[in-house]
């Protein structure tokens, strides 16, 4: 069995097969690990480490900005208390450790919070494969989705995460393009898909990402028209006027978009969906949808 050890006084780290007596340098970067079975979950993230050292701990490994992809072991706590006497081997970057070290047969003592290695997660369905982790505290976190979970040599377990954001999906505006009276709005709208997004039911992000396409497609058809038509209506308005507007061989793959979109809300209504034999909304329909809203936000050219 593998443990890691973390010193509460100085933020240097442990390691070991039968205990976390090795020091590991340089010293790796630990997050706070909250596995996420349901959006409840995201109610009980930690708040500081001294006062919540029973989260388990994620050690960063690897990270590819381009794929969003992550990887690291995942630990979880050991024993029911928070902290631990362990004899330890002298810190290479403390001095006093190599002092104390030498009247102590080449072993210091230190206040440890010891983790092992997630064994939990092994046991879980598809050993969590598809599930969520939230990396951080409660006033910070990020929100990733597990792909792959391995065992290795040392007995670890070794998680690849992708990061479940929408930023860098969704585009920035470019505020020069939208009618000065709408950007607001616009902006408001997208900012509620983004709060949304990998942090709320399925349902819930495809209802936020219909609701911005609305607020997208009528500012700028009100802005290609100059049309004094209201622009408070529904999407499939919106789908309609833009085929009128420049023809069926025209904006096709934006009347596509947009037409997704449509057709995915309905399916988390009840009676709709009962009523028309309707797949209900998962998470991968939820990606998709907000995935389509940055393409229908590049159509219109209003991304930078």
Known sequence: MSRMGFDRRTGLVYEGLEGPTSPVWPTPILVQATLIESPADLLSLPGDFDNSPFHSMFVDQSFDPASRIRRGRLFQKFGGIGWESVRVEAHPALNSDMLKAANGNGRVSKELSVFMECTSLIQKQNRGEGM???????????LWRILQTERIATGDVLVTLRAESAFGILPQLDKSKIHPGCVRG????????LSSAYRELPQSVVDQCRNAAVMVISRWMHVETGDADPIEQDLGHWIRAVKVKFGEQEMVALRSALEAINRLHPRGKDNEANKHQLRQVEEADAEFAVHALGFILREVKWAV
Do not use: F
């Not at 616009?186 to 898909?193: F, I």
């Open 132 to 142: 969520q982790l939230a990396l951080g505290q409660r006033d910070s976190y990020s």
């Open 186 to 193: 616009v902006e408001a709208a997208l900012e509620r898909v």
